[in-house]
């Protein structure tokens, strides 16, 4: 009993530590830290502050290690630990990192899986996970214009790649390289560039390029309004409905105070008969 | 009479066959296969590869064909099937890609034809067609405002093409040319070239650009805000109206109940008179 | 009197044949026909079409001096014809196309003055009218925004210049041409060539670009969405003014007569005491 | 007290002065003047003009002086002078165009400092101040979104220097550079050069310019979307709550008035028992 008492309290404990302000300023700051050490070593630095960067990113691999296994102590339940898509992903950024790796190559491979543990700071700081999570329900909304979009750049992409794939192998010599040309027309970047060359050999294919970036404008401006009005709409109900809510009720027990009042009205009255 | 029956239980067979789930993934899991058999032949491919994948277009071909003629068979106003503009644009594609094309050219004709087949996606998969129609809806009401704007390009054209022709023919040389040349300037792609070029003749011709680049973005602009405004002007009208009825509808309910009880007390008093 | 009544019998005339589909399809067609004939001058033509385009634009310069008469004429009150916005508009075109104009650079500025002669087309098109009215409009509204950017533009520029006129003269020469390299920038045209040369000699511009790109920006992005919300809310304002004064209305008027039936039977109650 | 009151009639005439529009008017158009010489001395000029320009300068320095020293004696609270922003504003600019400065190079940031003057007509016209006041409202709203901005600016800036180095050292050198290069992608400036220079030697990078502007454009759109939404509900709320609240008083007293007559009628048929 004290022993089970003890391990309760040690629990309890650790998630008030977990929970605390300075736990999490603590590690908000070494995030941070290990940003700047990922920053620091694109530049070239002499080899003594070289070493001491890949000190200090050791020991925030090591550090980082202690505060996942902290908070898998601190989870109630065990199991349920990974389930959480927050907690998975700083398991798999924390131990990615682990991996020792010692050829030139890998090398490559490790620190760019330590460039992913600043995006621990989107999962630490509550704010950005709620940002994250209001982003991440906008992208269903947008399913069903995204495929319309991409049936729109494929046929043009096939078309330019059937046309246009001897005036240029570069820009339209398959159907993938065709839409990587097609985005870049899409962004307006250098298109007249794309178009005069194919026009010396199809005069009319300006056709082409404008009815894209008519159709591609027209449909994303659509989808831009539709997703404000969605969002909008959903925002606007429950607010009015609550609003309305309110409203009704006053003036219903007010009604409800008449009615009342005349049975009260009508039970002497039909008392005196 | 059993003759007509079974025409009629025939009749009700292939439209249960049509409209199941089973029937509409296979069509969209064909049209999927032909959109990438379309792709890969843009690649450079060995000639079984080629050989394989004519034959594979072949049958997709006849695919539809069954597929069209069977969609008529289940349509049950023979009549209508080509009013509906879905059937018309899915008879037209199929119809299309039938025509046996040899010489070169024409292989490039067909091919193109082949390629609107990756549309019958649209056509097929209900949320897709929806989206379409109400693109189709947001057309009409941009209608004078893309008058005004081809009145604006125009005039600027005709303009430009009176100026500056002589300085570039390539940009400058006729009206089409020069609205062209003003419609890269509105997407503001390499416009700065443009107009350092003639203002080394027309010192003054910045004023121009910008008034060109003021006019469209302005009238853009104001047709963006205006088709938000008319479309969330539509959507809530019919939401608040709905919602109001609603409300009064509760309390005018109260209301004639309070009306009721007043004239049964009414009632009571003149018949005690 | 018989002249006077014959008189005014004509002037009603005059303004039927005016206010005629006929007359304003007519009117419309001769301005697009114009349209077309200043598009085709920029053409390289045979003499002989050169000519007859020449014949043509004459008559229809003739048929706009007889119109705009014939519309001065079905006017009821002379004095208050040229205070109509449109109608000076239209006189001025009509006007300024019938100065002879012989040398070189003379019939380049008649050419000009014909091109706005297409312009007529949105003074006659009811619609394109109303649409323009409504542009005007929104150009108050943004007044102060656009001084603000012009304050912006202004500092930056003499700034540009001040620092940057001795990298390159051509883009940072003085205020009005930085103004115009500014410009620029904020369209993202080729700015980052603009940047690199003057990082060169200051390594720290690219603060002054990103710090200009972001302040106009963002004063930008406001001021879209302060022009979405100010006409939004004047539409729903007046809308919901409306639907909200039905409402009570139907309520009030319930409320009425049940104060109505109460006082009646107050009334009865008090006689029979 | 005379003394005392002639000081409180010297003080009310102060402020009457300075808050007369004939004063404001004066110092409108002393900035202007202002600008309007900064930007003259951008310009090649004859010696004469050149020291007019500087006499005229002093001249606007001493001026601005004495106005600021007007501002702060007409203001009661002698103390809380500095504390309005726009007054520290006014009082740094004016005292740092102040400092004699005499070699080559103080010179360009005593014209720097000049530079600013033509920032006090914003503090000067109440318009431009409401303006950037709400413009600075705005900031906070945004704060996360930038945060999380930077955050995916960070990483594929880091991804970016570690791949690219070798391949273009002035675009991709270090964090702070490959930051610049992303934000150049971000304006879709050119950036299909910088695309296909990567894709030499890593054929696969597409993809990290794809996600990236796909992400930066996802985030920046529903953080404009978000922005428009949160001022929309402001002032939706704040004019639907004041419009229901009318509705419901009015309702609410016939109401009253209902059950005062029901109160009134209880009371006489109690009173006849």
């Given at each position: 009993m ?19 302000k ?7 700051a ?17 080899p003594?502050?070289?070493?001491s960067?890949t000190v200090?990113d ?7 290690l ?8 601190a ?33 490559l491979?490790?620190r ?9 700071l989107v ?6 996970r ?5 982003l ?19 046929i043009?992409a ?10 240029d ?7 993938a ?56 709409g959903?925002e ?30 009508t ?7």
């Amino acid at each position: 009993m004290p022993s089970e008492l003890s391990t309760v309290t040690g629990f309890n404990t650790l998630r008030q530590i977990e929970a605390s302000k300075i736990f999490q300023g603590a590690v908000i700051a070494i995030i941070i830290l290990s940003a700047l050490t990922i920053g620091a070593k694109t530049y070239d630095l002499p080899p003594l502050v070289e070493q001491s960067l890949t000190v200090m990113d050791n020991a925030i691999t090591v550090f980082f290690l202690v505060e996942i296994l902290f908070r898998f102590a601190a989870c109630p339940v065990k199991r349920r630990f990974l389930l959480d898509g927050w907690n998975l992903f700083d398991t798999i950024v924390v131990i990615g990192s682990l991996i020792p790796l010692d050829n030139s190559e890998a090398v490559l491979l490790g620190r760019l899986l330590r460039v992913f543990r600043v995006l621990r700071l989107v999962s630490v700081v509550p704010e950005l996970r709620f940002l994250i999570n209001s982003l991440l329900k906008a992208i269903p909304r947008m399913g069903y214009i995204a495929l319309l979009m991409f049936i729109i750049f494929y046929i043009y992409a096939a078309m330019g790649a059937l046309f246009f794939a001897e005036v240029d192998k570069e820009l339209w010599g398959d159907v993938a390289i065709a839409m990587l040309t097609l985005f870049r027309v899409a962004t307006f970047e250098d298109w007249t560039d794309v178009m005069y060359a194919t026009m010396e050999q199809y005069p009319l294919s300006w056709l082409y390029y404008l009815t894209f970036i008519f159709l591609t404008a027209f449909v994303f401006l659509n989808m831009m309004i539709g997703a404000i009005l969605e969002v909008m709409g959903e925002e606007q109900n429950a607010k009015q409905a609550q609003k309305a809510h309110d409203e009704r009720d006053e003036i219903a027990r007010q009604l409800q105070s008449v009615q009342t009042q005349l049975q009260e009205l009508t039970r002497q009255i039909s008392e005196r008969r």
